[in-house]
């Protein structure tokens, strides 16, 4: 199984592990979503649009929602230089939705 293959398979298992999971990671917690995908690959590297974080591992681009293009993404780091990087890290990984059913 090739580590396209292996990424794309768990994103779709956490996707059906809470009915939530996929709203909350596309609407304001991407950015731990980058941070459990570079647990597992140490090469990620996270991508914005103002908007959203994509990660980039190998070449390849994911979100919750499996592979994505990254169009109109920029490397997070072009976006902010390293103290803002850091700021920004700390409130989007900080930021926690409610898991709540509506």
Sequence with gaps: MT???RIINFL???????????????????????????????????????????????GKFYDITGKVSNKGYMLFTDFYNKRRTSRAFTQMYNYKPSLELS
């Design 3 to 5: 580590k396209n293959i």
């Design 12 to 58: 779709a298992e956490l996707r059906s592990s809470h009915p939530n999971i996929e709203h909350m990671f596309l609407n304001g917690s991407c950015m731990n979503l980058f941070c459990i995908l570079r647990t597992i690959y140490p090469q990620a590297v996270a991508w914005y649009n103002i908007d959203h974080i994509i990660t980039e591992i190998d």
